[in-house]
């Protein structure tokens, strides 16, 4: 016998049953796009405020999140959609000081010691900088005067997360930019991401054509157990048919019937 294998594939993305259906699904290509086509502008309008030609953007796509926690070096950026629904904007500590200090134009830089620990404290401008950061992301999203900004606290919830990878001469990391699910919604009804209807048809016409058994008792017979262990084949049993006879699909009683005859043959006749 051929053992199975319980191991997961590392190549096989689990699927929470909680994600089906949602319309989380509908909009994440057009985020994709939306994002992938705005990574120039940002990056031109970062070179522009830092003054610095060695800022480099990429987008690294967009996935789905499914209620995890998620946790921040420090308060990240939370921008509210006047429609409902939350954006979040975080990257890492040392990477928002390089930016905060070419944008201030900061004296002295800010850097690591020889451990590469940070011993400095993010200041109130550096969390500033940050929020403008974001709203220039949320603006390609949709328009930037929907978004303000807010103290809140995102949730453990299904949600959307795109990830840039943000370089500064010597430094990089990850700048990441999640979406709530009410966003999601917001963002879906805004942009009328519904199902395409052509898609829609061809599932109604193929849940019509989809065969299903149709099922009905016509007599029910009760037999002592000793009369049933010695039944042997050939035996005859006499029975009576049902006045009123089930009709099932599965599990699901849908009416009841009787049967008459018709044209020669015997018919089933369905009645409420």
């Given at each position: ?127 500033r900088l940050q929020q403008r950061i ?31 990878t943000l370089s500064l001469n010597d ?99 369905l009645k409420d």
């Open positions: 016998m051929k053992r199975l294998n319980n191991k997961p594939d590392a190549d096989i993305t689990s699927v929470s049953v909680e994600l089906l259906g949602k319309p989380i699904h509908s909009i994440k290509n057009e985020l994709h796009t939306i994002l992938l086509q705005a990574t120039s502008e940002i990056t031109h309008l970062l070179r522009k405020w830092l003054k610095e030609p060695g800022i480099s953007l990429l987008f690294n796509g967009i996935d789905v999140q499914a209620k995890e926690s998620k946790t921040y070096e420090q308060k990240p950026a939370i921008l509210r959609h006047q429609e409902g629904g939350l954006i979040t904007t975080s990257m890492p500590m040392d990477l928002l000081m390089r930016l905060s200090d070419g944008f201030y134009a900061a004296d002295v830089k800010r850097t690591p010691d020889d451990s590469g620990a940070i011993t400095h404290a993010i200041t109130s401008s550096d969390l974001a709203k220039l992301f949320a603006s390609h999203i949709a328009p930037a005067d929907m978004w303000h900004i807010v103290d809140a606290i995102s949730g453990k919830e299904i949600s959307l997360r795109a990830e840039f430094i990089s990391g990850s700048l990441y930019i999640d979406l709530d699910s009410t966003l999601v919604q917001t963002l879906v009804d805004e942009l009328n991401l519904g199902t395409h209807p052509a898609i829609q048809d061809k599932f109604d016409k193929a849940l019509e054509n989809t065969p299903v058994r149709l099922n009905t008792v016509l007599c029910r017979k009760t037999l002592p157990l000793d009369q049933v262990l010695k039944l042997q084949p050939d035996d005859i049993i006499n029975i009576e048919l049902l006045s009123n006879m089930p009709v099932s699909i599965g599990q699901e009683r849908l009416f009841t019937g009787h049967v008459a005859e018709q044209n020669g043959q015997l018919v089933l006749i």
